[in-house]
């Protein structure tokens, strides 16, 4: 069974710096896509990164390029998302999740990924 587990979510002043883990298990094909979500209270889900298994690549939001980034240590299964520059609006539950497809083309639709995790909690505020 694939399990997702986050983990790096705390609370940060606006500015700082935080990197979220997700260590993912139990995979029965080397060919998926991991991504990270968000959601705030009263907002929908939305995608802010994905990184493909086969090469490495990457895909972002406009709004939050720049200010994070997607990585991962294929060695131990982990993918990380690094975010700087935190503003209280970042403030949310960050998830990870996998998507079993060959495919390098990234996508951040939410109803693209069958796996998931229970999230972290980041919050940004002084």
């Known amino acids: 069974q694939l399990q997702l587990v986050e983990s790096g979510g705390d609370l940060v002043q606006p500015g700082g710096s935080l990197r979220l883990s997700c260590a993912a298990s139990g995979f029965t094909s080397d060919y998926y896509t991991i991504g990270w979500f968000r959601q705030a209270p009263g907002k929908e889900r939305e995608g802010i990164s994905c990184?493909?298994?086969?090469?490495?690549?990457?895909y972002y939001r406009d709004s939050l390029k720049g200010r994070f980034a997607i990585s991962r240590d294929s060695a131990k299964n982990t993918v990380f998302l690094q975010m700087n520059s935190l503003k209280p609006e970042d403030t949310a539950v960050y998830y990870c999740?996998?998507?079993?497809?060959?495919?390098?083309?990234?996508?951040?639709?939410?109803?693209?990924?069958?796996?998931w995790g229970q999230g972290t909690q980041v919050t940004v505020s002084s």
């Open positions: 990184i493909a298994s086969s090469d490495g690549s990457t």
């Open positions: 999740a996998a998507r079993m497809t060959i495919s390098t083309i990234g996508t951040l639709s939410p109803y693209e990924y069958e796996y």
